[in-house]
């Protein structure tokens, strides 16, 4: 089992900037991949990026390349999401998810159903 616990999140004016944290504890050492995704009211739950546990690669949604990006402390089991230049529309409650299935996450790391452990998210509200 793998626990997830996200923070950072709140309330910030458009053009200003959060970082999220993603705090994991458990069974950590079979996490492929930590993926970033966001749910907006009324609408279906969003991939944002992916880090990959062990080398550190990234994937970051075409919808916010350039603006957010993620990190990790593996000394603290720890992934970040540095999200700059924020956007009313970027408004949404944000995940952070650990996959430890090589063959779902291989094949499409963007997909939800990739992802076994949860956390509860984080509330990101952008001011216009």
């Known amino acids: 089992q793998v626990q997830l616990v996200e923070s950072g999140g709140g309330l910030v004016q458009a053009g200003g900037s959060l970082n999220l944290s993603c705090a994991a504890s458990g069974r950590t050492a079979s996490t492929y991949g930590m993926g970033w995704f966001r749910q907006a009211p009324g609408k279906v739950r969003e991939f944002v990026g992916v880090?990959?546990?062990?080398?550190?690669?990234?994937n970051i949604a075409d919808s916010v390349k350039g603006r957010f990006t993620i990190s990790r402390d593996n000394a603290k089991n720890t992934v970040y999401l540095q999200m700059n230049s924020l956007k009313p529309e970027d408004t949404a409650v944000y995940y952070c998810a650990a996959s430890q299935n090589y063959a779902r996450f291989s094949r499409n790391y963007a997909l939800d159903s990739t992802y076994q452990y949860w956390g509860s998210g984080t509330q990101v509200t952008v001011s216009s």
């Open positions: 880090i990959r546990w062990s080398g550190g690669r990234i």
